[in-house]
């Protein structure tokens, strides 16, 4: 009998354990992350933040994994690396599969945001399933008077083992074969501005401006709040999103410039919206128009227009 007490309580326990680890939504309040704490809930709190704005202070107990840990090299920052260096860094961080993990930045702006929203997404490609995005990021922590620390803790090394899931990316190579097979059963989705869109504005990391062909453009802009940085409410963006028809594809590609932006979009219809089959194109244009092969481009400059741009960019130097 005893023996079916201890059974029955350590069931409850591991159930009970459960509930807390995935009751976090994909994106938690800074009020509802301070209850959590307070009430002892093991959470790993991911600090994306520079090295030196996590020295200067941060949430108590959060762990720093700068920003630029889970990017490319320079000249193509969306460009996605190997499982074995993840999970190397994912090790050293010592974050495992068993407790939810936290991630937040500065919330100084929307484009901020994409930064947790790719390290988010990287994290859900390698295996993890319990994820949360502060929203508003460590401006909405201050905002609500929560301390921050300036002690460090060394990170206890993990043993952790990742396992990327195809379902959530896509490649060159694929996309490349859906435009030129005229697949009408996904949409492509540019998360740049406007003007980057139509070719106006060119980022560095692209050869040309315009954008991917048959792609159409959704600001990421769009899901967050006017007086705050924080996204919208769920049923405010599934409204945005019914209303672009953005929720009758059978799937879903997301692209930018470098994979910052188009993981907001990725976010915001994969995780907010439900949408099945959301996928990023991590290297973007930045990856496409650098390619040795001409590929498929929409409302490209001409060869005149890039002139008077480049000479616009040197004299405003």
Known sequence: MRKLYASLAFFLCSLFSHVQAESFAPLIEAIELSTALNDNI??????????????????NGAISAPYAKWRGPAHNPGQLSEDSYFQQLLR???????????I?????????????????????YLGLTQLSILNGGLQQWVKNESNLTTETKQPQTS???????????????ELLEKITQRDNTYQLLDARPPLFFQGQVKAPTASTGGTIATAQNTPFEQWFNK??????????IKQLVHEQG???AQETVSFCNTGHWAATNWFILSEIADLP??????????????????????NTPSRLEQIKAK???LVSQ
């Open 246 to 248: 953005l929720d009758y």
């Open 159 to 173: 043993t952790i083992e990742v396992q990327s899931n195809p379902k959530l990316v896509i490649f060159k190579d």
């Open 311 to 313: 000479f616009s960019q």
């Open 104 to 124: 937040y930045s500065t919330g100084a702006d929307e484009t901020d945001f994409g930064a947790t929203a790719r390290v988010y997404w990287t994290l859900k």
């Open 227 to 236: 007086d705050d940085t924080r996204v919208r409410p769920a049923a405010e």
């Open 42 to 59: 093991a959470i790993q709190l991911v600090d994306i933040r520079s090295p030196e704005a996590f020295a200067s202070g941060h949430i």
């Open 277 to 298: 089959g959301v996928r990023l194109y991590p290297a973007s244009l930045a990856e496409w128009t650098q390619s040795p092969a001409s590929l498929p481009m929409e």
């Open 92 to 102: 050293e961080l010592g974050l495992t599969h068993q407790k939810p993990i936290v």
